[in-house]
Protein backbone atom coordinates (compact mmCIF):
# COMPACT_ATOMS: atom_id res chain seq x y z
CA UNK A 1 0.00 0.00 0.00
CA UNK A 2 0.97 3.59 -0.91
CA UNK A 3 1.40 6.18 1.92
CA UNK A 4 -2.09 7.49 1.23
CA UNK A 5 -3.88 3.99 2.84
CA UNK A 6 -1.62 4.46 5.83
CA UNK A 7 -5.02 6.40 6.75
CA UNK A 8 -6.02 3.05 8.24
CA UNK A 9 -9.25 4.08 9.37
CA UNK A 10 -10.63 5.62 6.80
CA UNK A 11 -9.66 2.54 4.76
CA UNK A 12 -11.54 0.44 6.84
CA UNK A 13 -14.38 2.29 7.10
CA UNK A 14 -14.54 2.76 3.08
CA UNK A 15 -14.31 -0.96 2.82
CA UNK A 16 -17.02 -1.33 5.11
CA UNK A 17 -19.39 0.55 3.23
CA UNK A 18 -18.29 -0.78 -0.15
CA UNK A 19 -17.54 -4.25 0.34
CA UNK A 20 -19.65 -4.83 4.07
CA UNK A 21 -19.50 -8.62 2.83
CA UNK A 22 -15.93 -9.07 2.62
CA UNK A 23 -15.93 -9.40 -1.17
CA UNK A 24 -12.75 -8.59 -2.60
CA UNK A 25 -12.44 -4.70 -3.61
CA UNK A 26 -11.43 -5.24 -6.97
CA UNK A 27 -15.24 -6.75 -7.65
CA UNK A 28 -16.27 -3.20 -7.45
CA UNK A 29 -17.77 -1.89 -10.51
CA UNK A 30 -16.53 1.77 -12.19
CA UNK A 31 -20.75 2.50 -11.42
CA UNK A 32 -20.49 1.85 -7.70
CA UNK A 33 -17.62 3.88 -6.98
CA UNK A 34 -19.30 6.84 -9.45
CA UNK A 35 -22.44 5.67 -7.24
CA UNK A 36 -20.18 6.24 -3.99
CA UNK A 37 -18.17 9.54 -5.18
CA UNK A 38 -21.23 11.73 -6.52
CA UNK A 39 -24.10 10.39 -3.97
CA UNK A 40 -23.30 8.12 -1.19
CA UNK A 41 -20.51 10.26 0.25
CA UNK A 42 -22.14 13.66 -0.13
CA UNK A 43 -25.13 12.56 0.74
CA UNK A 44 -24.98 9.64 3.50
CA UNK A 45 -21.70 10.23 4.89
CA UNK A 46 -22.10 13.46 6.58
CA UNK A 47 -18.70 13.95 6.03
CA UNK A 48 -17.06 17.84 5.87
CA UNK A 49 -14.96 18.78 2.90
CA UNK A 50 -11.76 17.65 4.30
CA UNK A 51 -13.04 14.06 5.48
CA UNK A 52 -14.57 13.65 1.41
CA UNK A 53 -11.64 14.68 -0.23
CA UNK A 54 -9.63 12.12 2.09
CA UNK A 55 -11.98 9.78 1.41
CA UNK A 56 -11.73 9.75 -2.39
CA UNK A 57 -7.80 10.25 -2.02
CA UNK A 58 -7.82 6.91 0.08
CA UNK A 59 -10.62 4.83 -2.24
CA UNK A 60 -8.53 5.84 -5.04
CA UNK A 61 -5.44 4.80 -3.73
CA UNK A 62 -7.05 1.31 -2.50
CA UNK A 63 -8.21 0.88 -6.29
CA UNK A 64 -5.17 1.25 -7.74
CA UNK A 65 -3.52 -1.03 -5.39
CA UNK A 66 -6.08 -3.89 -6.87
CA UNK A 67 -5.18 -2.88 -10.49
CA UNK A 68 -8.55 -0.95 -10.98
CA UNK A 69 -7.34 2.19 -12.49
CA UNK A 70 -10.20 3.29 -14.25
CA UNK A 71 -12.12 3.51 -10.94
CA UNK A 72 -9.38 5.17 -9.15
CA UNK A 73 -9.04 7.76 -11.71
CA UNK A 74 -12.94 8.79 -11.08
CA UNK A 75 -12.06 9.63 -7.50
CA UNK A 76 -9.43 11.90 -8.49
CA UNK A 77 -11.16 13.23 -11.48
CA UNK A 78 -12.70 17.06 -11.58
CA UNK A 79 -16.04 15.81 -12.59
CA UNK A 80 -16.08 14.37 -8.55
CA UNK A 81 -14.06 17.21 -7.16
CA UNK A 82 -17.48 19.69 -8.94
CA UNK A 83 -20.28 17.35 -8.43
CA UNK A 84 -18.70 17.23 -4.29
CA UNK A 85 -18.93 20.98 -4.38
CA UNK A 86 -22.21 20.92 -5.76
CA UNK A 87 -23.54 19.11 -2.51
CA UNK A 88 -21.70 21.63 -0.28
CA UNK A 89 -23.37 24.63 -2.02
CA UNK A 90 -27.61 22.89 -1.84
CA UNK A 91 -29.04 19.43 -2.07
CA UNK A 92 -30.81 20.86 -5.41
CA UNK A 93 -27.32 21.64 -7.48
CA UNK A 94 -26.13 18.72 -5.58
CA UNK A 95 -28.79 16.11 -7.49
CA UNK A 96 -28.23 18.41 -10.44
CA UNK A 97 -24.69 17.76 -10.74
CA UNK A 98 -24.93 13.51 -10.19
CA UNK A 99 -27.38 13.13 -12.78
CA UNK A 100 -25.67 15.68 -15.24
CA UNK A 101 -21.88 13.21 -14.13
CA UNK A 102 -24.37 10.07 -14.49
CA UNK A 103 -25.66 10.40 -17.68
CA UNK A 104 -21.61 11.84 -18.81
CA UNK A 105 -20.45 8.38 -17.83
CA UNK A 106 -18.82 5.81 -20.49
CA UNK A 107 -20.08 2.86 -18.05
CA UNK A 108 -23.93 4.57 -18.24
CA UNK A 109 -25.90 2.83 -20.52
CA UNK A 110 -28.10 4.63 -22.40
CA UNK A 111 -31.66 4.84 -23.56
CA UNK A 112 -32.24 2.91 -26.56
CA UNK A 113 -35.50 2.58 -28.84
CA UNK A 114 -36.40 -0.25 -27.31
CA UNK A 115 -35.63 0.98 -23.61
CA UNK A 116 -35.62 4.15 -21.51
CA UNK A 117 -34.08 3.80 -18.16
CA UNK A 118 -36.88 5.02 -15.30
CA UNK A 119 -36.10 6.80 -12.72
CA UNK A 120 -37.50 4.25 -9.98
CA UNK A 121 -36.58 0.50 -11.00
CA UNK A 122 -37.98 -3.33 -10.32
CA UNK A 123 -35.74 -5.54 -8.87
CA UNK A 124 -35.10 -7.14 -12.47
CA UNK A 125 -34.78 -3.61 -14.34
CA UNK A 126 -31.99 -2.55 -11.68
CA UNK A 127 -29.75 -6.00 -12.32
CA UNK A 128 -30.24 -5.35 -16.37
CA UNK A 129 -28.81 -2.43 -16.09
CA UNK A 130 -25.96 -3.25 -13.28
CA UNK A 131 -24.82 -6.53 -15.24
CA UNK A 132 -24.88 -3.45 -18.63
CA UNK A 133 -22.39 -1.16 -16.33
CA UNK A 134 -20.62 -4.03 -16.07
CA UNK A 135 -20.51 -5.15 -19.86
CA UNK A 136 -19.50 -1.78 -20.77
CA UNK A 137 -16.77 -1.27 -18.36
CA UNK A 138 -15.39 -4.24 -19.75
CA UNK A 139 -15.88 -3.43 -23.33
CA UNK A 140 -13.68 -0.13 -22.26
CA UNK A 141 -10.92 -2.12 -20.29
CA UNK A 142 -10.64 -4.54 -23.20
CA UNK A 143 -10.38 -1.60 -25.75
CA UNK A 144 -13.83 -2.72 -27.39
CA UNK A 145 -15.16 0.84 -27.07
CA UNK A 146 -13.07 3.84 -26.83
CA UNK A 147 -14.86 6.89 -25.08
CA UNK A 148 -12.53 9.50 -27.11
CA UNK A 149 -13.69 8.32 -30.30
CA UNK A 150 -16.09 10.25 -32.37
CA UNK A 151 -17.86 6.48 -32.96
CA UNK A 152 -18.21 5.66 -29.23
CA UNK A 153 -22.04 7.13 -28.89
CA UNK A 154 -23.20 4.87 -31.92
CA UNK A 155 -20.95 2.03 -30.69
CA UNK A 156 -22.18 2.01 -27.41
CA UNK A 157 -25.66 2.13 -28.32
CA UNK A 158 -25.22 -1.06 -30.68
CA UNK A 159 -23.51 -3.22 -27.59
CA UNK A 160 -26.71 -2.01 -25.13
CA UNK A 161 -29.13 -2.95 -28.10
CA UNK A 162 -27.29 -6.17 -28.83
CA UNK A 163 -27.37 -6.97 -24.91
CA UNK A 164 -30.95 -6.32 -24.08
CA UNK A 165 -32.09 -8.20 -27.35
CA UNK A 166 -29.97 -11.58 -26.61
CA UNK A 167 -30.49 -14.16 -23.92
CA UNK A 168 -28.28 -13.68 -21.05
CA UNK A 169 -27.00 -16.12 -18.40
CA UNK A 170 -27.72 -13.45 -15.46
CA UNK A 171 -31.59 -13.90 -16.39
CA UNK A 172 -31.43 -17.70 -17.00
CA UNK A 173 -31.02 -17.77 -20.48
CA UNK A 174 -34.02 -15.08 -21.09
CA UNK A 175 -33.62 -11.81 -23.24
CA UNK A 176 -33.29 -9.45 -20.27
CA UNK A 177 -35.37 -6.88 -23.01
CA UNK A 178 -38.44 -9.36 -21.97
CA UNK A 179 -38.12 -9.69 -18.58
CA UNK A 180 -38.09 -5.93 -17.98
CA UNK A 181 -40.81 -5.35 -19.75
CA UNK A 182 -42.76 -8.20 -17.88
CA UNK A 183 -41.49 -6.96 -14.95
CA UNK A 184 -42.79 -3.28 -15.74
CA UNK A 185 -46.25 -4.36 -16.51
CA UNK A 186 -46.96 -6.67 -13.61
CA UNK A 187 -46.01 -3.35 -11.63
CA UNK A 188 -48.31 -1.11 -13.74
CA UNK A 189 -51.07 -3.81 -13.32
CA UNK A 190 -50.84 -3.65 -9.83
CA UNK A 191 -50.75 0.01 -8.83
CA UNK A 192 -53.40 1.41 -7.40
CA UNK A 193 -56.45 1.76 -6.80
CA UNK A 194 -58.69 -1.23 -6.62
CA UNK A 195 -61.14 0.95 -9.19
CA UNK A 196 -57.92 0.96 -11.37
CA UNK A 197 -57.48 -2.43 -11.63
CA UNK A 198 -61.07 -3.47 -12.26
CA UNK A 199 -61.12 -1.28 -14.71
CA UNK A 200 -57.76 -2.80 -16.94
CA UNK A 201 -58.62 -6.41 -15.78
CA UNK A 202 -60.04 -7.32 -18.80
CA UNK A 203 -57.16 -5.84 -21.54
CA UNK A 204 -54.31 -7.49 -19.24
CA UNK A 205 -54.82 -10.91 -21.39
CA UNK A 206 -53.84 -8.61 -24.29
CA UNK A 207 -50.76 -6.86 -22.95
CA UNK A 208 -49.15 -10.10 -21.86
CA UNK A 209 -49.48 -11.92 -25.49
CA UNK A 210 -46.70 -10.85 -27.91
CA UNK A 211 -47.07 -7.87 -29.60
CA UNK A 212 -48.57 -8.39 -32.60
CA UNK A 213 -46.95 -6.20 -35.88
CA UNK A 214 -48.44 -2.84 -35.96
CA UNK A 215 -51.42 -2.24 -37.30
CA UNK A 216 -51.70 0.73 -40.10
CA UNK A 217 -53.87 3.45 -37.69
CA UNK A 218 -54.21 7.03 -37.33
CA UNK A 219 -55.06 7.22 -41.07
CA UNK A 220 -56.20 10.99 -40.63
CA UNK A 221 -53.23 11.74 -39.16
CA UNK A 222 -51.16 9.94 -42.33
CA UNK A 223 -53.60 11.39 -44.92
CA UNK A 224 -52.76 15.06 -43.15
CA UNK A 225 -49.47 14.34 -43.82
CA UNK A 226 -49.84 13.11 -47.19
CA UNK A 227 -51.70 16.64 -48.08
CA UNK A 228 -48.40 18.54 -46.99
CA UNK A 229 -45.87 16.18 -48.43
CA UNK A 230 -43.50 18.85 -50.05
CA UNK A 231 -44.94 21.58 -49.10
CA UNK A 232 -48.24 24.05 -48.89
CA UNK A 233 -48.94 27.57 -48.29
CA UNK A 234 -50.70 28.85 -45.69
CA UNK A 235 -53.21 31.59 -45.29
CA UNK A 236 -52.43 35.09 -44.32
CA UNK A 237 -53.67 34.03 -41.06
CA UNK A 238 -51.27 31.05 -40.53
CA UNK A 239 -54.08 28.61 -41.64
CA UNK A 240 -54.20 25.41 -43.88
CA UNK A 241 -54.99 26.45 -47.40
CA UNK A 242 -58.79 26.16 -48.33
CA UNK A 243 -58.38 23.54 -51.07
CA UNK A 244 -56.43 21.15 -48.26
CA UNK A 245 -59.63 22.10 -45.91
CA UNK A 246 -62.21 20.97 -48.28
CA UNK A 247 -60.53 18.10 -49.37
CA UNK A 248 -60.73 17.13 -45.31
CA UNK A 249 -64.51 18.29 -45.38
CA UNK A 250 -64.66 15.67 -48.40
CA UNK A 251 -63.20 12.73 -46.90
CA UNK A 252 -64.10 13.37 -43.04
CA UNK A 253 -67.82 14.45 -43.92
CA UNK A 254 -68.75 13.48 -40.40
CA UNK A 255 -66.21 16.66 -38.91
CA UNK A 256 -68.55 19.04 -40.15
CA UNK A 257 -72.10 17.45 -40.18
CA UNK A 258 -74.18 20.64 -40.50
CA UNK A 259 -74.17 23.68 -43.61
CA UNK A 260 -72.16 23.80 -46.90
CA UNK A 261 -69.11 23.03 -45.15
CA UNK A 262 -66.41 24.95 -43.21
CA UNK A 263 -64.13 27.83 -44.78
CA UNK A 264 -61.02 27.41 -43.03
CA UNK A 265 -59.07 25.39 -40.96
CA UNK A 266 -60.90 27.77 -37.97
CA UNK A 267 -64.11 25.65 -38.58
CA UNK A 268 -63.10 22.68 -38.92
CA UNK A 269 -61.50 21.98 -35.27
CA UNK A 270 -60.37 18.45 -36.08
CA UNK A 271 -58.40 19.51 -38.66
CA UNK A 272 -57.16 22.16 -36.68
CA UNK A 273 -55.98 19.77 -33.91
CA UNK A 274 -54.30 17.20 -36.03
CA UNK A 275 -52.19 20.32 -37.72
CA UNK A 276 -51.43 21.14 -34.07
CA UNK A 277 -50.96 17.58 -33.48
CA UNK A 278 -47.85 17.26 -36.08
CA UNK A 279 -46.60 20.98 -35.31
CA UNK A 280 -46.22 19.27 -31.36
CA UNK A 281 -44.40 16.25 -32.86
CA UNK A 282 -42.25 18.12 -35.08
CA UNK A 283 -43.98 16.38 -37.94
CA UNK A 284 -43.84 19.56 -40.35
CA UNK A 285 -41.22 22.87 -40.22
CA UNK A 286 -42.90 25.83 -41.08
CA UNK A 287 -40.70 28.65 -43.33
CA UNK A 288 -42.47 31.91 -44.10
CA UNK A 289 -46.00 30.84 -45.24
CA UNK A 290 -44.81 27.39 -46.50
CA UNK A 291 -45.26 24.30 -44.09
CA UNK A 292 -44.23 21.16 -45.28
CA UNK A 293 -42.74 18.11 -44.10
CA UNK A 294 -39.52 17.58 -41.14
CA UNK A 295 -37.30 14.28 -41.56
CA UNK A 296 -39.54 13.23 -39.10
CA UNK A 297 -43.27 13.63 -40.64
CA UNK A 298 -41.56 11.86 -43.90
CA UNK A 299 -40.27 8.77 -41.85
CA UNK A 300 -43.97 8.96 -39.99
CA UNK A 301 -45.10 8.58 -43.42
CA UNK A 302 -43.38 5.24 -44.23
CA UNK A 303 -43.38 4.21 -40.67
CA UNK A 304 -46.88 3.00 -39.62
CA UNK A 305 -45.03 1.71 -35.97
CA UNK A 306 -43.39 5.29 -35.69
CA UNK A 307 -46.90 7.33 -36.50
CA UNK A 308 -48.75 4.59 -34.45
CA UNK A 309 -46.84 5.63 -31.25
CA UNK A 310 -46.96 9.52 -31.94
CA UNK A 311 -50.83 8.91 -32.28
CA UNK A 312 -50.81 6.65 -28.84
CA UNK A 313 -49.24 9.84 -27.06
CA UNK A 314 -51.49 12.25 -28.18
CA UNK A 315 -54.69 10.15 -27.46
CA UNK A 316 -52.92 9.68 -23.80
CA UNK A 317 -52.53 13.27 -23.52
CA UNK A 318 -49.53 15.26 -21.79
CA UNK A 319 -50.11 15.72 -18.15
CA UNK A 320 -50.32 12.87 -15.62
CA UNK A 321 -54.30 13.44 -15.10
CA UNK A 322 -55.09 13.08 -18.63
CA UNK A 323 -53.63 10.00 -19.17
CA UNK A 324 -54.49 8.67 -15.90
CA UNK A 325 -57.99 9.21 -17.10
CA UNK A 326 -57.27 7.84 -20.66
CA UNK A 327 -55.76 4.73 -19.06
CA UNK A 328 -58.41 3.65 -17.52
CA UNK A 329 -60.87 4.78 -20.52
CA UNK A 330 -58.91 2.60 -22.48
CA UNK A 331 -59.40 -0.23 -19.99
CA UNK A 332 -62.97 0.08 -20.01
CA UNK A 333 -63.86 0.32 -23.22
CA UNK A 334 -61.54 -2.62 -24.43
CA UNK A 335 -63.99 -5.24 -22.23
CA UNK A 336 -67.15 -3.00 -23.72
CA UNK A 337 -69.03 0.29 -24.97
CA UNK A 338 -69.76 2.45 -22.23
CA UNK A 339 -71.91 5.40 -21.62
CA UNK A 340 -70.60 8.82 -21.61
CA UNK A 341 -71.73 9.00 -18.02
CA UNK A 342 -70.94 5.50 -16.69
CA UNK A 343 -67.30 5.77 -18.23
CA UNK A 344 -67.01 9.15 -16.20
CA UNK A 345 -68.33 7.83 -13.29
CA UNK A 346 -65.90 4.98 -13.19
CA UNK A 347 -63.12 6.94 -13.76
CA UNK A 348 -63.72 9.87 -11.39
CA UNK A 349 -62.73 7.85 -7.70
CA UNK A 350 -59.45 6.72 -9.33
CA UNK A 351 -58.75 10.36 -10.37
CA UNK A 352 -60.20 12.36 -7.11
CA UNK A 353 -58.16 9.71 -5.35
CA UNK A 354 -54.74 10.28 -7.22
CA UNK A 355 -55.06 14.32 -8.03
CA UNK A 356 -55.60 17.35 -7.03
CA UNK A 357 -55.78 20.97 -7.73
CA UNK A 358 -52.84 23.20 -8.08
CA UNK A 359 -54.59 24.65 -4.47
CA UNK A 360 -54.56 21.44 -3.12
CA UNK A 361 -58.62 21.08 -3.79
CA UNK A 362 -59.86 17.89 -4.79
CA UNK A 363 -60.70 17.10 -8.45
CA UNK A 364 -64.28 17.45 -8.80
CA UNK A 365 -66.73 15.04 -11.31
CA UNK A 366 -66.96 17.93 -13.83
CA UNK A 367 -62.58 17.91 -13.89
CA UNK A 368 -63.18 14.39 -15.29
CA UNK A 369 -65.62 15.01 -17.23
CA UNK A 370 -63.41 17.42 -18.99
CA UNK A 371 -60.85 15.14 -19.90
CA UNK A 372 -62.55 12.33 -20.93
CA UNK A 373 -64.60 14.75 -23.09
CA UNK A 374 -60.38 15.42 -24.72
CA UNK A 375 -60.36 11.98 -24.76
CA UNK A 376 -63.04 11.16 -26.52
CA UNK A 377 -62.46 14.71 -28.45
CA UNK A 378 -59.06 12.89 -29.98
CA UNK A 379 -59.91 9.68 -30.28
CA UNK A 380 -62.71 10.53 -33.00
CA UNK A 381 -60.09 12.75 -34.59
CA UNK A 382 -57.68 9.70 -35.08
CA UNK A 383 -60.19 7.36 -36.04
CA UNK A 384 -59.67 5.48 -33.15
CA UNK A 385 -63.63 5.63 -31.73
CA UNK A 386 -66.37 4.40 -33.62
CA UNK A 387 -68.05 6.79 -36.41
CA UNK A 388 -71.66 5.43 -36.48
CA UNK A 389 -71.66 6.68 -33.01
CA UNK A 390 -72.14 10.24 -33.77
CA UNK A 391 -74.04 11.43 -30.63
CA UNK A 392 -72.28 12.43 -27.93
CA UNK A 393 -74.98 10.47 -25.89
CA UNK A 394 -74.16 7.53 -27.81
CA UNK A 395 -71.91 4.39 -25.89
CA UNK A 396 -68.36 4.96 -26.85
CA UNK A 397 -66.79 2.28 -28.32
CA UNK A 398 -63.48 1.43 -29.56
CA UNK A 399 -63.06 1.26 -33.59
CA UNK A 400 -61.14 -1.27 -35.62
CA UNK A 401 -58.33 0.75 -35.57
CA UNK A 402 -59.40 1.65 -32.35
CA UNK A 403 -58.49 -1.81 -30.36
CA UNK A 404 -54.91 -2.02 -31.74
CA UNK A 405 -54.13 1.37 -30.91
CA UNK A 406 -55.44 1.08 -27.47
CA UNK A 407 -52.91 -1.81 -26.94
CA UNK A 408 -50.57 0.54 -28.41
CA UNK A 409 -50.88 3.21 -25.72
CA UNK A 410 -51.28 0.94 -22.76
CA UNK A 411 -48.04 -0.59 -23.62
CA UNK A 412 -46.76 2.83 -24.01
CA UNK A 413 -47.98 3.39 -20.09
CA UNK A 414 -47.65 -0.16 -18.89
CA UNK A 415 -44.07 -0.90 -20.32
CA UNK A 416 -42.72 2.88 -20.38
CA UNK A 417 -40.26 3.87 -17.36
CA UNK A 418 -42.08 4.10 -14.24
CA UNK A 419 -41.14 8.23 -14.17
CA UNK A 420 -42.34 9.36 -17.87
CA UNK A 421 -43.30 7.76 -21.45
Keep these: MTSLVADEAMAQRLLGWLV ?38 VLADLLTGVGRVRSAAVCTSATTAQVLAAWQRSDEAGFAAYRKAVAASPTTPPDVPELSWGQVMGIQEALARANLEGRLEQALDESELDPDARAFPAARRRLVQHWLTTAQPVFEGRVPLEVVRRERRELWAAAPLTERRALLAAVLPALEESAAAPVDTAEPLRWLLEQIGDGVTLTQAGYLPRELVAAAFARYPHWYPIGKGPRSEADLFQLADLHELARTHRLVTKRLRTLKLSAAGRAQLTDHQLRQRTAALAWLGTTAAERQVAECALGALWAEPRLREDLRDAIHPVLAAGFTHGDGTTMEVEDTERLLWRFWHTGRELGYLDERERSIDAPISLSATGRPAALAALRLLAEGPRDRI
Design 20 to 57: PDGDPLVALSAAEVERFCWYELPRKWHADTPEQRRAVA
